[in-house]
Nanobody
């Protein structure tokens, strides 16, 4: 299983960013896909996830200004965050949960830095 995250970078507060995570080695369409983030000095926190049947959930900190989506034909999950805040600065990690609780795999992380 490989997850390749991309799309991070330096963004000004108020801007937006779209992160991508391309998966291989899995049957993408049947897996839950999601994103965590870890800010400096803080624990990793769940940002959003998208199940194989289309259910989504978001952390309160990004709810209303983010969208998680997936393209099963490209085995890719996306996370778009609007109206970025300095508090969104973190390394963002994509993950996948194999069905039947058979394990979780992580991508390598992509750094998002939001300047004020």
């Amino acid at each position: 299983v490989q997850l390749q995250a991309s799309g991070g970078g330096l963004v000004q507060a108020g801007g937006s960013l779209r992160l991508s995570c391309a998966a291989s080695g899995i049957i993408f369409s049947i897996n839950t896909m999601g994103w965590y983030r870890q800010a400096p000095g803080k624990e990793r926190e769940l940002v959003a996830y998208h199940t194989s049947v289309g259910s989504t959930a978001y952390a309160d900190s990004v709810k209303g200004r983010s969208t998680i989506s997936r393209d099963n034909t490209k085995s890719t999950v996306y996370l778009q965050i609007y109206n970025l805040e300095p508090e969104d600065t973190a390394v963002y990690y994509c993950y996948t949960d194999l069905p039947g609780s058979r394990g979780r795999y992580w991508g390598q992380g992509t750094l998002v830095t939001v300047s004020s």
